[in-house]
């Protein structure tokens, strides 16, 4: 009774201390189709700008980004292997002890009864018959052998692959745009060099407007409901020639001859750039200050050519080169000094 307890308690516990490795890998097969997934994510604000002097116009459309991803799909195989290292040993001790405890005890009857009398003990007692030998190793050898078996039965179970199909997913390439445009209202403020450009305004309709004497400096960028709108080419070009005009009206130059040339320069290309919104502005004021500054260059005076400009001689390429300090007798720079 007692070997048939530890036997049941052995092969109960024995299994427990059965270590099993486990690696898993993936592999990818072949693919099974390639498809487009269009997304649709948020976006931004566009401004556009137009002008009729002294009136600026800008007008706000709203966008989505449209993305469309490539997208290929792949067959993809998870394996499992599972492997316990020391059950096939377990096993075959196992069947081996379990089976030669079988046969011992299957054997026993044919063992002789009769006690050894060639040995005798203390008491007076003979020694154990040869029946009896056979029965002890025959429960011995299941004792050990059925729970062996049991573990190593348990270890080879445990011991098997498994392999889950699955797809998987790549993203190959992909392509965004804007698309849903649809007017839009809010808060816009204009922005300049060195802070803002002018009051605060509220688009109504998708647009507002601005005149040019509520502005305080060039607008170069927009904000609607805080975030900076996009501005196209266009719209900074439009810009541009709108600062132009506001500042051909602070003032004419006065007498041209007391005037450097560097600011002359700066009037001629301020009515280059207005006539794109004011077409007629200085017809007679320009030629006579490009033939102003065609006597200033030929004098070789410094600012009287653009920066970039191709120079012919040495005398060119310093007038291209507005100084930042001038002294010259009675100018401003020298009585500073």
């Known amino acids: 009774m007692r070997a048939l307890a530890l036997t049941l308690a ?10 099993v490795e486990e690696e898993t890998r993936t592999e990818l097969g072949p693919r099974l189709e390639r498809f487009e997934r269009p997304q649709v994510l948020a976006g931004g604000v566009f401004a556009d700008a137009s ?25 993809q195989d998870t394996v499992t292997e599972r492997h316990a290292p020391g059950a096939g040993a377990v096993l075959s001790t196992g069947i081996a ?17 009769e006690p050894d ?43 098997r692959d498994s392999v889950e ?14 698309c849903h445009p649809h007017p839009v209202d ?7 060099e060195g802070g803002p450009a002018g009051p605060a305004s509220v688009a109504e309709g998708g647009a507002v407007k601005v005149d040019a004497a509520a502005l305080t400096r060039e607008v ?15 719209a900074r070009a439009t810009l541009q020639a709108f600062a132009a005009c506001a500042r051909l009206e602070q003032g004419e130059l006065g007498s041209l001859d007391a005037v450097r040339a560097a600011r002359i320069l700066e009037r001629a290309d301020a009515i280059r750039a207005c006539r794109t919104l004011r077409p007629g502005l200085g017809a007679e004021e320009l030629p006579r200050l490009e033939e102003l500054l065609g006597r200033r260059r030929a004098l070789g005076e410094v600012g009287a050519s653009r920066p970039g400009t191709d120079a012919q001689t040495f005398e060119e390429a310093v007038a291209a080169r507005a100084p930042t300090v001038r002294l ?10």
């Open 220 to 234: 170069t960028r927009v904000t609607f409901h805080g975030r900076e709108a996009s501005l196209g080419p266009e």
């Open 97 to 113: 002890a379990t089976l030669a405890g079988v046969v011992l005890l299957a054997a026993s009857p044919a063992f002789s009864a």
């Open 51 to 75: 002008a009729a002097w002294p009136t600026l116009e800008l007008r706000f459309t709203g966008y989505d980004t449209c993305r469309t991803e490539d997208v290929e799909r792949y067959a």
């Open 165 to 178: 199909h699955g797809t998987v997913e790549q993203v190959v390439a992909q392509h965004e745009g804007a």
């Open 10 to 19: 052995l092969a109960l516990a024995l299994p427990g201390c059965l270590h």
């Open 117 to 159: 009398r060639q040995v005798i003990d203390g008491a007076g007692r003979f020694g154990p018959a040869p029946r009896q030998y056979a029965t002890a190793w025959g429960v011995g050898l299941l004792v050990a052998g059925v729970p062996a078996l049991a573990t190593g039965l348990i270890g080879v179970v445990r011991s």
């Open 328 to 337: 010259a007798e009675g100018s401003k720079d020298l009585e500073v000094l």
């Open 186 to 192: 809010g808060p816009v403020e204009l922005w300049g």
